[in-house]
């Protein structure tokens, strides 16, 4: 009996899960500030924003395809498994960001930082990425691509399976 009691207290303590918050992902769709903000699965496609501010937000699978978003500030953000299929997002800070599985396909993100960003699995299929920074040749060893894929000089990218 115990242990029962004990399973039931630690499921009590957890909580529950982190689901989207539909009032920060409405202010998010107008370009207002929300850093920190929980914008997971928001739908962001197709949007025309400039220079939001979502500094260490949480993006999990949100949909940014198809977006023209320019200057987004996503720092230490949590962006895996996002769809950017499309997108133009030039000139972004990803930085310190998590882009686990994240999908970029076909996406143009000239100007924007990679600087220690987390890329494991993260699809650049078809990305123009020829004016970023911060890559380096560690974080693409977990990224994939294809021969379609535009890069900084002296950088490779491994093909997507």
Not at 38 to 65: H, I, K, M, T, W
Not at 92 to 116: E, I, K, P, Q
Not at 130 to 141: E, F, M, N, P, Y
Request: hydrophobic share 45%; net charge positive.
């Amino acid at each position: 009996m115990k242990p029962l009691l004990l399973a039931a207290a630690l499921m009590l303590a957890a909580g529950p899960a982190l689901a989207q918050n539909a009032a920060q992902i409405e202010r998010a769709r107008t370009g207002a500030a929300c850093p920190k903000c929980n914008l997971f699965q928001a739908d962001l496609g197709g949007l025309e924003l400039r220079a939001p501010n979502f500094v260490g937000a949480r993006l999990r699978q949100a949909d940014f395809s198809l977006a023209t978003i320019v200057g987004a500030r996503l720092a230490g953000a949590d962006l895996r498994d996002i769809d950017a299929y499309g997108a133009v997002l030039t000139g972004g800070d990803f930085s310190n960001a998590d882009l686990t599985n994240a999908s970029f396909v076909g996406a143009y993100l000239n100007r924007s930082s990679f600087a220690g960003a987390k890329l494991s699995g993260t699809n650049f299929s078809g990305a123009d990425l020829s004016g970023a920074r911060g890559l380096t040749s560690a974080q693409l060893v977990a990224a994939c691509g294809d021969e379609s894929t535009r890069l900084p000089a002296g950088l490779r990218i491994s093909a997507c399976r």
